[in-house]
T-cell receptor, first 113, second 113 residues
Framework: NAGVTQTPKFRILKIGQSMTLQCTQDMNHNYMYWYRQDPGMGLKLIYYSVGAGITDKGEVPNGYNVSRSTTEDFPLRLELAAPSQTSVYFC????????????FGSGTQLSVL | QKEVEQDPGPLSVPEGAIVSLNCTYSNSAFQYFMWYRQYSRKGPELLMYTYSSGNKEDGRFTAQVDKSSKYISLFIRDSQPSDSATYLCAMSLSNFGNEKLTFGTGTRLTIIP
């Protein structure tokens, strides 16, 4: 049981480039989330999904897109990378009951230069 | 004013000491309170989950919630070097779904052998 797996672990992008951060989970969780973590700012929710085909914006969605075609996968797309998107990105998943805890991946450290 | 305030530290204490980590919050509607532990270059993992006011104990860890003061604490007894990590508080209005979870900025803790 691998849990939540994120790839890549590190990436450097040039301004204006695009990339997709991959996230997959093997716990059959319906809920999946993307967060970014900046120093002194805490975890901020970018997008989330309550099931395949359903996504919704979080607190900081601008500059990002997501899709959810399967229960397992929840990729995050950056279309035109900007320095403000330099951050550590975490994918997480949880079950659909009450008091369900978040399971996090190990993160992707992204630098936009 | 941030919705959740947490002293970023860093906090360094000798092995075996009692550690006290704290968060204050402004939204009196928060009902569910969590502490996550995050090791360096890893995703957060849930440590403690409490509902409303009171104490909850799990081994060397005690979570305390004082809703009248809008103040939550995490106590670590007999601290160990393996407790060295960043501790994030989190809180929510609901125990269903994590999209409304609000995180603190984290306190970095080092236990000195």
């Amino acid at each position: 049981n691998a849990g939540v797996t994120q790839t890549p672990k590190f990436r450097i992008l040039k301004i204006g480039q695009s990339m997709t951060l991959q996230c997959t989970q093997d716990m059959n969780h319906n809920y999946m989330y993307w967060y970014r973590q900046d120093p002194g700012m805490g975890l901020k929710l970018i997008y989330y999904s309550v099931g395949a085909g359903i996504t919704d914006k979080g607190e900081v969605p601008n500059g990002y897109n997501v899709s959810r075609s399967t229960t397992e996968d929840f990729p995050l797309r950056l279309e035109l990378a900007a320095p403000s998107q330099t951050s550590v990105y975490f994918c997480a998943s949880s079950g659909t009951g009450t008091n369900e805890k978040l399971f996090f991946g190990s993160g992707t450290q992204l630098s936009v230069l | 004013q941030k919705e959740v305030e947490q002293d970023p530290g860093p906090l360094s204490v000798p092995e075996g000491a009692i550690v006290s980590l704290n968060c204050t919050y402004s939204n009196s509607a928060f009902q569910y309170f969590m502490w996550y532990r995050q090791y360096s270059r890893k995703g957060p993992e849930l440590l403690m989950y409490t509902y409303s006011s009171g104490n909850k104990e799990d081994g060397r860890f005690t979570a305390q919630v004082d809703k009248s003061s809008k103040y939550i604490s995490l106590f670590i007894r007999d601290s160990q070097p393996s407790d060295s990590a960043t501790y994030l508080c989190a809180m929510s209005l609901s125990n269903f779904g994590n999209e409304k979870l609000t995180f603190g900025t984290g306190t970095r803790l080092t236990i000195i052998p």
